[in-house]
């Protein structure tokens, strides 16, 4: 059965995009036919990330109205044939997609083609743009960031989702600093998980090579060797995502054992 999961915040600018992406080519490294759904239509950055953006003709509102087939809109990716992009609309778009035109797709994706994975890209916040994004997903993967805003914000999120039936709730914690940690400025991993109540997929690093990648329009993790931390990073939660033991990056195993957990005794307090 294709998993369909969508990759939500609540926060913007935590790093969802990135993420889906670098998961996406992992998981199709890893020999998964995977397709990536960028939801957040008013950005639309995950075609810029993959760096695909000028072999975009068709979209999901051309098949709406009947111009092209839905199969003429899927791009795959030159570099890894097993992940493909399904552009939903253009900048130029003014016609709006619904959230059961967006059910419908994703539907046909699952029952008209052998995909192991439906990725959907949420826009930020629990506006209308969030409600159409998780209604197809049967999965959700919250990306968050050691910060209280985005924690807060991620709270919120992880109610809604609950609310709306999705069980299978994992988070991932970018940007992580361990020297931040151990000095008490930033929350531990540990925190982040403990106060949102959910099982922990994954860890990644604040990383310069991210920052470069996308501005190449070439995920950190499209390569077979030689992959920086981060990519080792995203390459494990492939594995875990597929039900494998396997520890998730920490970067350093001091951690959680020097970090004083001021800062989440304190935050707890905001949320509760």
Known sequence: MTRI????????????????????????RLNY?????????????????LGIENRIIFTAMDAIAGSCSLKKT??????????????????????????EDLAKFVQILEQEYDYDFILIDSPAGIEDGFIAATQPAREAIIVATPEVTSIRDADKVVGLLETSGIENIELIVNRTRPSMVQRSDMMSIEDVSDILGLSLLGVIPDSESIIVAANRG???????EDLPEVGKAFDIIAKR????????????DTESKNSKNLIKKLFKKIIK
Do not use: H, Y
Not at 84 to 98: A, R
């Open 241 to 252: 995502l597929n039900g494998d033991t396997i520890d998730f990056m920490t970067f350093d």
């Open 74 to 99: 899927l791009i795959q990716d030159k570099r890894q044939p097993n992940l493909s992009f399904f552009p939903l609309c253009s900048n130029q778009t003014k016609d709006t997609l619904t959230r």
């Open 33 to 49: 036919k995977v397709v990536l759904i960028d939801a957040d239509v008013g950005l639309r950055n995950l075609d810029l990330v």
């Open 218 to 224: 070439e995920p950190v993790t499209i390569g077979d």
């Open 5 to 28: 999961i969508v990759v939500t915040s609540g926060k913007g600018g935590v790093g969802k995009t990135t993420v889906i992406s670098n998961l996406g080519m992992s998981l199709a």
